[in-house]
């Protein structure tokens, strides 16, 4: 009888899922994807440890390209 209960019970939330709303709905004519993600720019970028007096990356600025690598260390 519990194993009924609960199979009957896990396709109550299946059905749930199934009958839910379609949160997003899809253009009809979607956008052109850019030809290239690149360059990428960043500007301003700061970052901070959680419990830090001061940040570990203030303000930095740096532009990516195609091939290019680029690390952060320290």
Known sequence: VQYRQRVARSAERVFEVLDAP???QEPRTP?????????LEVRGLSARY????HDALASLDLT?????RIAVVG
């Not at 956008?31 to 360059?39: R, V």
Request: glycine share 20%; hydrophobic share 30%.
């Open 50 to 53: 959680p419990g830090a007096g």
């Open 22 to 24: 379609v949160p997003v």
């Open 64 to 68: 990516l390209t195609p091939g290019r």
């Open 31 to 39: 956008a052109e994807e850019p030809g290239s993600p690149f360059p």
